[in-house]
């Protein structure tokens, strides 16, 4: 059956191993399971799941209205049709800090690499829009700390994000960079800087893995794979790029239709039916099923 060939274990230390190259790894973001299987098709060595598309796949604004449970269930949908590393969005850890604890071994119990945990309040919201607030230093170091203490593979990679450089200023959220590396976060995500010189403050302030959020329309420039990697930047994220050509698509290809009152002149921008099922791996299950069913009954007695 044409479900992932490989263990988490195996991904997740697929995953460290990528990550001491000192090359950038282009992680873009899956929209659902089908996306990622084909993040893998094209090449990509891991895929993201992010909190933000997964709210909207819902029919949710990114403010915290997600619950562990749904997370992890797509999570698990995600990580069975991909042998890539997959790395997810666990926005606040969904509770203070035992529900951070159940969070982490949630994620682990979905066949995850790893995940990241932010320094925002609850409700949160997406972290490239204003009127963010984060909460003390001492409670995030707190989650961290839940997150170590509750992971059972120490190759499931523990990522910190810190929010705080719309907040507190970029200084601020280098030494809460700092503390959360301190109490065990294995690389860091800084939220929201501002320009390149802020990239190098990190860069050079913080001794783990950095990942750039290269997201669409926000606070960020969009910095070049070339220019990440002469910043010393080891994950450059796509988190929504999927989701929005979708549904830039979809919402071109709805106005068509009801323009022209026909699909034709959207054919070629459709992916056909062959490319489809080779995705969905129609032959491999029909070659496992012939395999298995290759027999025919007794004859009734």
Do not use: W
Request: net charge negative; with cysteine.
């Amino acid at each position: 059956m044409p479900h992932t060939r490989t263990t988490p274990a195996q991904r997740r230390r697929a995953l460290r191993t990528r990550l001491a190259t000192g090359r950038p790894l282009v992680v873009p973001g899956a929209l659902n399971p089908l996306s990622a299987r084909l993040i893998q098709d094209t090449g990509f060595e891991a895929a993201y799941l992010s909190g933000a598309v997964l709210a909207a796949d819902l029919g949710l604004p990114d403010i915290g209205l997600t619950t562990s449970t749904e997370v992890a269930a797509r999570a698990q949908q995600t990580t069975r049709v991909t042998d890539l590393p997959v790395l997810v969005d666990a926005d606040t850890g969904f509770g203070e800090p035992l529900g951070v604890a159940r969070t982490v071994q949630l994620m682990e119990d979905a066949g995850l690499a790893g995940l990241h945990l932010e320094d925002q309040v609850n409700p949160k919201r997406c972290g490239h829009l204003d009127g963010k607030a984060v909460v003390d230093r001492p409670q995030m170091v707190r989650r961290v700390r839940a997150a170590v203490d509750a992971r059972r593979d120490p190759d499931f990679l523990l990522m910190a994000r810190t929010d705080a450089r719309a907040v507190e200023g970029l200084d601020a959220a280098i030494d809460r960079a700092r503390a959360y590396v301190d109490a065990g976060a294995d690389a860091i995500f800084p939220e929201a800087l501002a320009d390149e010189r802020e990239f190098e403050a990190f860069r050079k302030a913080i001794p783990v893995p950095l990942l750039a959020n290269m997201t669409e329309f926000g606070k960020s420039p969009l910095l070049t794979t070339r220019t990440l990697e002469d910043l010393g930047y080891d994950i450059a994220l796509y988190p929504v790029t999927l989701l929005r050509l979708a549904m830039g698509a979809v919402e071109d290809g709805l106005r068509t239709l009801a323009a022209e009152g026909t699909q034709e002149s959207l054919l070629p921008r459709m992916q056909t039916r062959s490319r489809l099922y080779e995705l969905l791996g129609y032959e491999d299950h029909t070659a496992f099923d012939t395999a298995v069913f290759d027999f025919a009954p007794p004859p009734a007695t």
